[in-house]
C-alpha cells in the first residue's frame, strides 16, 4: 500500500494566477486534482488556491509531476488517500501561497492566508476526447475561476 512518505513532487510550476482589488466575501478554498492514469510511475496534480477578503484577493493553479517507487502500482483511491497527507501536496501549497500573495501585493490586496494548508477539496482530472472538448474545458475552468 502507497504510504505519503513515500511520494515526491517534482517539476512544479505556475500554471496560471490573477489578482484584484475590491470588496470580496472573505473566503480561502484549496483543490488538488491528479490525473486519473499513472505514467512511468508519477500522476501530474494540478492544486488551485482561492483567497479573497475586503481588500480584495486572487487565485492561483499550480502543477507538479508527484511521484512513488516503481514496485507501488496505487489505485486512484490509493493513491488519493497517500495524497491528502503528503509533503508533495504542502509543498504545492507553499508555492501557491507564496506567489498568490506575491501577484496580490501588486494590487495592494494582501489578504489573509494561512502558512498551513486549508482542508483541500480532491478530484480526478478528467480527459478530453479530442482538441475542441480540451479547448472548453480550458475555457470552463478559467469562467469558474478554479
Same mark, same amino acid.
Given at each position: =500500500?502507497?504510504?505519503?512518505? #513515500?511520494?515526491?513532487?517534482?517539476?512544479?510550476?505556475?500554471?496560471?494566477?490573477?489578482?484584484?482589488?475590491?470588496?470580496?466575501? %472573505? @473566503?480561502? $478554498?484549496?483543490? /488538488?486534482?491528479?490525473? %486519473?492514469? %499513472?505514467?512511468?510511475?508519477?500522476?501530474?496534480?494540478?492544486?488551485?488556491?482561492?483567497?479573497?477578503?475586503?481588500?480584495?484577493?486572487?487565485?492561483?493553479?499550480?502543477?507538479? =509531476?508527484?511521484?512513488? %517507487?516503481?514496485?507501488?502500482?496505487?489505485?486512484?483511491?490509493?493513491?488519493? @488517500?497517500?495524497?491528502?497527507?503528503?509533503?508533495? /501536496?504542502?509543498?504545492?501549497?507553499? $508555492?501557491?501561497?507564496?506567489?498568490?500573495?506575491?501577484?496580490?501585493?501588486?494590487?495592494?490586496?494582501?489578504?489573509?492566508?494561512?502558512?498551513?494548508?486549508?482542508? &483541500?477539496?480532491?478530484?480526478? $482530472?478528467?480527459?478530453? @476526447? @479530442?482538441?475542441? #472538448? &480540451?479547448?472548453?474545458?480550458?475555457?470552463?475552468? #478559467?469562467?469558474?475561476?478554479?
Amino acid at each position: =500500500m502507497l504510504q505519503s512518505k #513515500e511520494l515526491r513532487a517534482s517539476s512544479l510550476a505556475v500554471i496560471s494566477l490573477q489578482a484584484r482589488r475590491g470588496f470580496s466575501e %472573505p @473566503n480561502v $478554498l484549496w483543490s /488538488v486534482d491528479y490525473a %486519473p492514469e %499513472p505514467e512511468d510511475h508519477r500522476r501530474v496534480v494540478f492544486a488551485t488556491l482561492h483567497a479573497f477578503d475586503e481588500s480584495g484577493g486572487g487565485y492561483t493553479t499550480v502543477a507538479a =509531476m508527484v511521484e512513488y %517507487p516503481e514496485d507501488c502500482d496505487p489505485s486512484s483511491e490509493e493513491f488519493e @488517500n497517500a495524497l491528502r497527507d503528503s509533503e508533495a /501536496v504542502e509543498s504545492l501549497y507553499d $508555492l501557491a501561497r507564496t506567489v498568490l500573495r506575491t501577484v496580490c501585493a501588486t494590487v495592494d490586496s494582501i489578504p489573509q492566508i494561512e502558512t498551513e494548508a486549508p482542508r &483541500a477539496e480532491y478530484g480526478q $482530472l478528467q480527459k478530453a @476526447n @479530442n482538441a475542441d #472538448e &480540451a479547448d472548453s474545458g480550458a475555457a470552463q475552468i #478559467e469562467e469558474s475561476g478554479k
